[in-house]
């Protein structure tokens, strides 16, 4: 019986990245770490990260589950799953695109929120013009941005103390200003 060797967590991350023509630049900046770290990484000059934040971005921009990495130690605080996030992620398999093509869309500096927002790491964005470019990427219908604006809004203020049901007509009135001026201004 053939024993059957785990590979490399460097390994798999290095051939992830022939496999999508990915510069390691490119991919540096998607995790947060210097090119410096990506090419000691995969050479095995440096043990590869036993820091959650870091494989659970490395394993988003590979569209994997971070327990795959066998460095990846679960957190013992429990995950917030974001419905908004859940929603994207289901627009970027409907749109067969790969979760590299996806982040590609946006400016460099712009990528490692959008995986921190993939991982569950951050909320969706409150300002709409950002939330309205995630969802042109991925053809999503106005009316479904504008809603999970308007939760991710309404999350913003609840948060912040604000009884949204006692202050319901408030609410509603600025929502509707804010679809009025969204819709004077296609």
Not at 71 to 89: A, F, N, W
Request: net charge neutral; aromatic share 8%.
């Amino acid at each position: 019986m053939k024993q059957i060797i785990p590979e490399k967590s460097s390994e798999k991350v290095a051939k992830f990245l022939k496999k999508n023509s990915l510069h390691k630049k490119d991919f540096a900046e998607m995790i947060g770490v210097t090119l410096s770290y990506v090419y000691n990484l995969i050479d095995e000059t440096v043990p590869f990260s036993t820091r959650g934040t870091t494989i659970e971005r490395i394993a988003t921009v590979m569209d994997i589950e971070p327990e795959e990495f066998g460095e990846y130690r679960i957190p013992q605080e429990p995950i917030l799953i974001d419905e908004s996030v859940e929603t994207i992620k289901e627009y970027i398999k409907e749109n067969k695109l790969s979760v590299v093509s996806f982040l590609k869309a946006f400016p460099r500096k712009k990528r490692i929120d959008i995986v921190d927002i993939l991982r569950g790491a951050l909320p969706v964005p409150i300002d709409y013009k950002e939330l309205k470019l995630i969802g042109k990427t991925l053809n999503m219908p106005e009316e479904e941005v504008y809603t999970m604006w308007e939760n991710r809004v309404k999350q913003v203020l609840e948060s912040a103390g604000m009884n949204i049901y006692s202050n319901s007509g408030l609410i509603n009135s600025m929502f509707d200003c804010a679809k009025k001026y969204l819709e004077n201004n296609k």
